[in-house]
Structures are given as C-alpha cells and as structure tokens.
C-alpha cells in the first residue's frame, strides 16, 4: 500500500466534498439559467464538470495507491439564492475553505514524508490559485454591475474575461 490509512481516509472525505462542489454548482448554474443568464449558467455547469473531475483525480489516486475508495455521503446543496451577489459569494466562500482543506491534506502527506502524495497534491494547490481568482474577479464584477444589470456581466463573460 503507497498510502497510509490516514490520508486515504483524508482523500476519501475529499472525494465527498469535490462532489458536493460538483451538485452545489450545477445549482447556481440552474439559478442564473432561471433568469435566462446563459452565460453565467454555462460558466458555473464548466465549473461542477471541473469539481467532478478533482473527484475523480482524487478517486483514482486512492485506488491506484491501494488506500481503499470509501466515497461519503455527499452533502445535498443550497437549492436556491436570493441574488446572483450571494450565489458567487457562496461559490467563492466555497473555493476558499476548499483551498483550506487541499492544504490539510498536503500537511497530512508532508508529516508522513509522503513524497508522492506531495507531488499528487501539488496539482490541487496549484488549482486553487485559479479557482479562487476566478470566483474573486466574477463576485467584483457582478458587484460593480449590480442586480438591475446582470446583462452587462454576460457580455463580460462573452468578450472581456
Ligand atoms: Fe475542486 Fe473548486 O475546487
């Protein structure tokens, strides 16, 4: 086995929660697609297919490694918001303690001198970078446009980002 037990049970809570990411952003998506905010919608469906795939990098680590794949109860999401605002304030606020739990994995794997597991997760750190930037920058812009005009971060989305 390339993996202690403790990391796979980690990795595993991780597998749940990059699910949960997955459900909560096919969510969002459906809110700005209820508001006919194509754009939008289609940035936040790409963004749960992005979590799906964290999940399955996850999951094909812990099989490959010999940990045992022990996928968890996956938390039911937000269904709906009362704003775009808060719908990208809960995306971000998301990124964020996802980042925290990357780096707790990363602390597991370095106390152990898991170097593989280091490399692994390096790919996750990385990641978080990208994702958190780019929550930042959509919650800036829907703050600068405001609710009355959702229309001109659509066409942001088209030509500026
Ligand atoms: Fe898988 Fe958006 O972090």
New binding site residues.
């Given amino acids: 086995m390339l993996i202690s037990p403790a990391l796979a049970a980690a990795i595993n809570t991780q597998i749940g929660?990059?699910l949960a990411?997955?459900l909560q952003?096919h969510q969002i998506a459906a809110h700005f697609h209820d508001l006919h905010l194509l754009q939008l919608a289609t940035l936040f469906h790409k963004?749960a297919a992005?979590?799906r795939e964290?999940?399955e990098k996850l999951l094909k680590y812990v099989v490959d490694t010999g940990g045992g794949l022990r996928i968890p109860a996956v938390r039911q999401p937000v269904h709906s918001f009362p704003n775009a605002e808060a719908a990208v304030e809960a995306?971000l606020s998301?990124?964020l303690e996802?980042?925290g739990q990357?780096k707790g994995l990363m602390d597991i794997a370095a106390s152990e001198s898991d170097y593989l597991a280091q490399g692994f997760l390096q790919w996750?750190v990385d990641?978080?970078l990208e994702?958190?930037t780019k929550m930042q920058r959509l919650l800036g812009v829907i703050r600068m446009s405001g609710e009355r005009n959702l229309l001109s971060v659509e066409a942001y989305l088209v030509h500026g980002s």
Avoid: K, L, M, R
């Fill in positions: 929660n990059e990411a997955s952003y963004q992005e979590e964290h999940a995306a998301w990124e996802v980042t990357i996750f990641e978080q994702e958190v």
